[in-house]
């Protein structure tokens, strides 16, 4: 037994086989043959469930013909059919070049968690858990949809999307108050312990008999690479267009780099990699290949418990985050959180966990997601299962939850679509998002300011704002390459330094996190280079010239941060506070930065 869907796309590519060898046969003269009657052997007696999920795991991969006629031992031969075939073959292309026109105009997307199910209905409505919103009527307010493409895209997306998990045991465990972080915490110390214990053992068993001067010999020469001298050399080469030289530094580099090795050998992997790829002129190319290639839900939670367990960046600005707003809103009834940059929402399910819990009952919860298209035909895919995600948090903890995304770029939101109400709280939410804003380097009113205006026209209660403390933001690669080189060696060095090496999270977050943003910073230029931190003072003057004033930092979130770093985290971590700005770091330089901001009164009163 075969079913429909199975069905189709066997006649779909006979359709496409038959569409190209017929005109052969015409030229030939001779008569296109027939095809056989349908047959199906199955050896492995599957159901119809299985071969629907291999279909998703199919187009998840890009490799259906190995998954029905390889992987799982079934042979589909397309019975005759007739025209049908073409008819479907064409109404694929059809759609294919619809949804292909629909993607680019995108820039507002609703989705829907109101059934009891928690699925996407349409992109257009309200998500309201417990209430279903009006499709129709939300559609409207958005002119340029068309309906017939909306109905035509959603239809694919159940075709084109893999499975991907929204929400289990571990997620639960990572996402809210378990005390699981502090298990993790304490299990990875004991294996950073144990590593050592191990290293140093191997060491001293070098250190004799015949391996003995050997082993010098090779200590020796690995002590005389600096890696980081190599690439600041390397970097030189190529800012004086010195060709010969700067590949010759590229292959002694790689030949001592590693993505396995020290952090040293770790750093210097990537950053050849984005030196290379500046030599060959290939940067954007490449890095647009680095972003398409998406890192699953799934990694990018294991990538973030490994993270919180070793640093406190994170889970310091989280807290930092929630504690304001919990503070701002007590006894509010309803609470509109508009969060710039949501990306998978692991902040929220902790404060919906806390929301559960007050005194009072919980507030009525709005949470509005923002964040850039993506590529492909699914540009709110990450956005909307955030959202599912989260609606499935406010359904376990009974909090009265809605959602609603928007996909576009932050500085041609248009406030009115993001449906504020006056009688409910504002809080706008903005972690380590605006450095990939570009500001005056590419237009004289930057997109940085614009988007603070933004911010001030939507009259929050509380502003928070967390940025990433850097100046390699030169227009000009040398300067800019060294100060990344700083920055970077800091947090691989922090790593280094609480991870062992062998750690796979540790490898995702190296490669897919900080290898790209360093590839961004070397190998991009203009518009490409979207890495451009400042530091905290510089964006505290661009905050202040918006029209905000700044909230001093609270003394209770700063005292608990400074105690939960010195009970969990390594004694080189910093969490101190500075002009307004809890400050964090790694060995006295500050990498982070956390403040809180509300309306001047003048503007507030206009």
Avoid at 34 to 53: F, H, R, T
Avoid at 284 to 297: E, N, P
Avoid at 326 to 350: A, K, T
């Amino acid at each position: 037994m075969v079913t429909h869907l199975s069905i189709l796309n066997c006649r779909f590519y006979t359709g496409l086989q038959k569409a190209t060898e017929k005109p052969f046969y015409d030229i030939l003269g001779q008569v296109y043959p027939s095809p056989a009657k349908e047959i199906v052997l199955n050896s492995d007696s599957q159901g119809p469930d299985d071969i629907s999920n291999n279909y998703h795991e199919g187009a998840c991969s890009g490799s259906l013909d190995n998954d029905f006629l390889g992987a799982q031992g079934m042979h589909l031969i397309a019975n005759d059919y007739g025209s049908e075939t073409d008819h479907l073959s064409l109404q694929f292309t059809k759609g294919a070049e619809e949804a292909n026109k629909f993607v680019p105009i995108v820039e507002k997307l609703v989705v829907d968690l109101g059934s009891s199910e928690l699925a996407v209905s349409k992109q257009m409505t309200q998500a309201t858990v417990g209430q279903k919103g009006n499709h129709v009527n939300k559609i409207r307010s958005h002119p340029h949809v068309n309906l017939e493409l909306l109905n035509t895209k959603n239809s694919k997306h159940l075709a084109i999307s893999g499975s991907e998990t929204i929400r289990d045991e571990t997620f639960d465990s990572v996402l809210l108050c378990t005390g699981q972080l502090s298990r993790d915490a304490a299990h990875l110390r004991e294996m950073k312990a144990k590593e050592a214990r191990d290293s140093s053992q191997i060491a001293q068993s070098k250190e004799y008999g015949k391996g003995k001067v050997k082993s010098r010999a090779r200590k020796q020469q690995e002590e005389a690479i600096d890696l980081r001298a190599l690439l600041t050399q390397c970097a030189e080469a190529i800012a004086s267009n010195n060709q010969p030289f700067d590949r010759e530094l590229v292959t002694k580099i790689r030949d001592h780099s590693s993505p396995y090795g020290d952090d040293s050998h770790r750093l210097a992997i990537y950053f050849v990699d984005a030196l290379e790829a500046r030599i060959a002129g290939t940067g954007s190319q490449m890095y647009q290949k680095l972003m398409a290639r998406r890192t699953s839900t799934t990694d990018m939670l294991k990538a973030y418990r490994l993270f919180t367990a070793a640093c406190p960046f994170t889970k310091v600005a989280y807290y930092y985050s929630n504690q304001t707003i919990v503070d701002v809103s007590v006894e509010r009834p309803r609470v509109h959180i508009i969060d710039f940059g949501i990306v998978f929402g692991f902040q929220w399910p902790s404060l919906i966990q806390r929301f559960a819990n007050r005194q009072g009952g919980p507030p009525n919860l709005r949470i509005t997601g923002i964040d850039v298209p993506e590529p492909g035909f699914r540009p709110c895919k990450k956005i909307e299962e955030t959202g599912k995600r989260l609606a499935e948090y406010a359904e376990m903890f009974n909090v009265p939850f809605q959602y609603q995304c928007v996909a576009s770029r932050w500085e041609n939101i248009c406030i009115k679509d993001l449906n504020i109400d006056k009688d409910e709280v504002l809080i706008i939410n903005c972690l380590h998002q605006l450095n990939n804003l570009s500001d005056e380097t590419e237009d004289i009113d930057s997109a940085r300011d614009r988007v603070l205006r933004i911010m001030m026209r939507m009259n929050p209660e509380v502003l928070i704002i967390g940025v990433t403390n850097g100046l390699y933001n030169s227009p000009f690669f040398l300067p800019r390459f060294r100060e990344a080189l700083f920055y970077y060696s800091s947090q691989f060095d922090m790593l280094n330094s609480t991870v062992i090496r062998s750690h796979e999270a540790r490898i995702l977050i190296e490669r897919d996190l900080l290898g790209a943003d360093v590839f961004n910073v070397v190998a991009c230029e203009g518009a490409e280079r979207i890495e451009k931190p400042e530091t905290y003072k510089q964006w505290q003057v661009r905050i202040l010239k918006a029209g905000f004033k700044q909230l001093p930092v609270n003394q209770t979130i700063l005292k608990s941060s400074v105690a939960r770093k010195k009970d969990l985290y390594h004694e080189d971590f910093v969490v101190d506070e500075d002009s307004g700005w809890l400050l964090q770091g790694w060995k006295g330089r500050i990498l982070h930065a956390l403040s809180s901001w509300k309306p001047k009164e003048s503007y507030t009163n206009q």
